[in-house]
Nanobody, 119 residues
Framework: QVQLVESGGGWVQTGGSLRLSCTAS????????MVWYRQAPGNQRESGNQRELVARISSGGSTNYADSVKGRFTISRDNAKNTVYLQMNSLKPEDTGVYYCAIYRSASWGQGTQVTVSS
């Protein structure tokens, strides 16, 4: 059974930084492409309130980012610790939301961690 456990969310002022962590178990972590998604505040049942793919890292370490976070966020991984990280710098209020880690193109998701950026 795959488990993904996120941590590191919290409250921060505009311009601040946070580092999210996601530790995986029950899977061969080193071969997985890992992703971070986020969901903005609001009614999750409303259409259009989609989860945004924020960053992706392949098993080989190649990375991709949403345009909205390029230059500010960095995704990384430590295969020895079965952990993927998301370093978030220069945070903006629009970065507020619940951040989820997941195995790319799978049904394996974490429970999410709240990030709140105040202006």
């Amino acid at each position: 059974q795959v488990q993904l456990v996120e941590s590191g969310g919290g409250w921060v002022q505009t311009g601040g930084s946070l580092r999210l962590s996601c530790t995986a178990s029950g899977t061969i972590f080193s071969i997985r492409t890992m992703v971070w998604y986020r969901q903005a505040p609001g009614n999750q049942r409303e259409s259009g309130n989609q989860r945004e793919l924020v960053a992706r890292i392949s098993s080989g370490g190649s990375t991709n980012y949403a345009d909205s976070v390029k230059g500010r966020f960095t995704i990384s991984r430590d295969n020895a610790k079965n952990t993927v990280y998301l370093q978030m710098n220069s945070l903006k209020p629009e970065d507020t939301g619940v951040y989820y880690c997941a195995i790319y193109r799978s049904a394996s998701w974490g429970q999410g961690t709240q990030v709140t950026v105040s202006s």
